[in-house]
């Protein structure tokens, strides 16, 4: 290859030749700079790592090293560790950084303490066609005047209806807080035994051993989301995401009273005058309740009156009012999982309805 850029004729440059041949200029100036280059030269710049070090430990020595650090008593410690413990007894083998790269050699350099084996935590899913099946509940912080000063939202929501069923402020966020809530909240609501299952996600109230054992108790299934897994609790973010970006929302807190009453207002109209998208239109209230069937004929007839009337809008037909999802559901499965006969998510009986809901306030 060389020869034929040599011999290539002098009207052709080498870059021209270079593309052709489909060489890089820079390696063909590198060969030609090494030709009168001695064999001393090359070796003073080759890089370290290439050669062999005057003061590098020999092969019964680095074996040494090697038994000291896989023996009973070091097997578990790193380096640095066995480093100065020998250093005590007055022994000195290698630095650190020397075994570091003794056990390197030897693929040795993960975690030499035993580690807990990975946490596996099934997926959350749950399904519910009528109120009072799921419920789902989470805490938010409000902020304050005072900087790193929180107020605590505690906000108990259906999952079918989206209708916050309990809501409470508080200074401090504990089990204690979330079991008072979610007693008066079911007693309430009468949930027989059996007949809920309560989602949330794995923050400090919702794991205490109190809560837990005081729900089940009341014969109340739990759910958690998978650790640091949001969407897990999707329905609860996506509430405190419809409140907190609400026009009229304050930049701050002044107390508990101040809270207390903008949350009342705000969860009002979020429950009676909110059309969810996620409901078609409907509020939470109506859904909830089943008034959703009257109102659906009310809108229809609407429609119905208008299309009599211009026909030619409506390009598809006349229009038929859409009702709520028949269902609501947390990780559904997709369709592949259907495919391959997974599981489907629990059913639960239906509830009794009530229109009531719960505000507590506790300093």
């Known amino acids: 290859m060389n020869t034929a850029l040599k011999d290539r004729p002098k009207n052709i440059p080498i870059a021209r030749a270079c593309n052709a041949m489909g060489l890089s200029r820079s390696t063909i100036y590198y060969r030609q700079s090494r030709k009168h280059v001695s064999e001393d030269q090359l070796s003073a710049a080759r890089s370290r790592k290439h050669c062999k070090q005057q003061r590098a430990l020999c092969s019964d020595e680095r074996k040494a090293v090697r038994d000291v650090l896989n023996s009973d008593e070091f097997v578990d410690q790193p380096p640095m560790q066995v480093y100065h413990t020998l250093l005590e007894r007055g022994e000195y083998l290698c630095s650190p950084s020397t075994m570091h790269r ?32 799921v419920w789902t509940w989470d805490c938010s912080k409000l902020k304050t005047p005072t900087p790193g000063v929180y107020l605590t939202l505690y906000v108990v929501m259906d999952l079918f209806s989206r209708y916050v069923l309990a809501w409470m402020v508080s200074r401090k966020e504990n089990s204690a807080l979330a079991q008072q809530l979610m007693n008066e909240a079911t007693h309430r609501y009468r949930v027989m035994p059996k007949q809920l299952t309560i989602h949330q996600d794995r923050g400090s109230p919702m794991i205490a051993h109190r809560y837990i054992d005081m729900l089940l108790d009341l014969g109340v299934t739990l759910s958690h989301s998978r650790p640091r897994v949001s969407n897990d609790n999707a329905f609860s973010e996506a509430q405190f995401k419809t409140m907190k970006y609400q026009p009229d929302y304050p930049d701050y807190f002044t107390g508990v009273s101040h809270a207390n009453d903008w949350c009342t207002e705000y969860f009002d109209w979020y429950n009676y005058s909110h059309h969810h998208s996620g409901l078609n239109g409907y509020t939470p209230e109506q859904v909830f309740t089943g008034r959703y069937h009257d109102i659906a004929k009310e809108k229809q007839i609407a429609l119905d009156q208008r299309y009599e009337l211009t026909p030619e809008r409506f390009v598809r037909g006349r229009p ?31 509830l009794n309805r009530v229109k009531d809901k719960i505000t507590l306030t506790l300093d």
């Open 102 to 133: 003794i056990l390197k050699a030897e693929n040795q350099t993960c975690e030499r303490r035993d580690q807990r084996p990975a946490q596996s935590h099934a997926v959350p899913r749950l399904r519910a066609q009528a109120p009072n099946e």
């Open 320 to 350: 038929i009012v859409d009702l709520p999802p028949s269902k609501a559901e947390i990780n559904p499965l997709t369709e592949l999982e259907l495919e391959q006969g997974a599981s489907s998510a629990v059913n639960f009986p239906t």
